[in-house]
């Protein structure tokens, strides 16, 4: 069982940058693949950014490519998202995500069996 808690969110100019943070419960953290994903009111929740169990590997939807960096730190239980260059189409409840059963799938966001509760992320213009 992993329990995910996101924090970091909040309101930022656009252009500006966050570090969200995804903390997490457990002594398997380190075996699972992790992502990012974001809802907007009206949207569907789609796919941001994801990461290995080992960090060696890491994948990004093409909208925050270049822009957005995803790591994890095993040894703190806590993998992060830092945004840079953020737009107001980024603002989205974000939320990060655990145990994607495979790395090929992990775009799909019905692939991981634990979820944080979300942290607001909004960029004003």
């Known amino acids: 069982q992993v329990q995910l808690v996101e924090s970091g969110g909040g309101l930022v100019q656009a252009g500006g940058s966050l570090r969200l943070s995804c903390a997490a419960s457990g002594r398997t953290f380190s075996s699972y693949h992790m992502g990012w994903f974001r809802q907007a009111p009206g949207k569907e929740r789609e796919f941001v950014a994801a990461?290995?169990?080992?960090?060696?590997?890491?994948d990004y939807a093409d909208s925050v490519k270049g822009r957005f960096t995803i790591s994890r730190d095993n040894a703190k239980n806590t993998m992060y998202l830092q945004m840079n260059t953020l737009k107001p189409e980024d603002t989205a409840v974000y939320y990060c995500?655990?145990?994607?059963?495979?790395?090929?799938?992990?775009?799909?966001?019905?692939?991981?069996?634990?979820w944080g509760q979300g942290t607001q992320v909004t960029v004003s213009s």
């Open positions: 995500a655990a145990a994607a059963t495979t790395w090929a799938v992990v775009r799909s966001w019905a692939q991981y069996y634990y």
């Open positions: 990461i290995t169990w080992s960090g060696g590997s890491t």
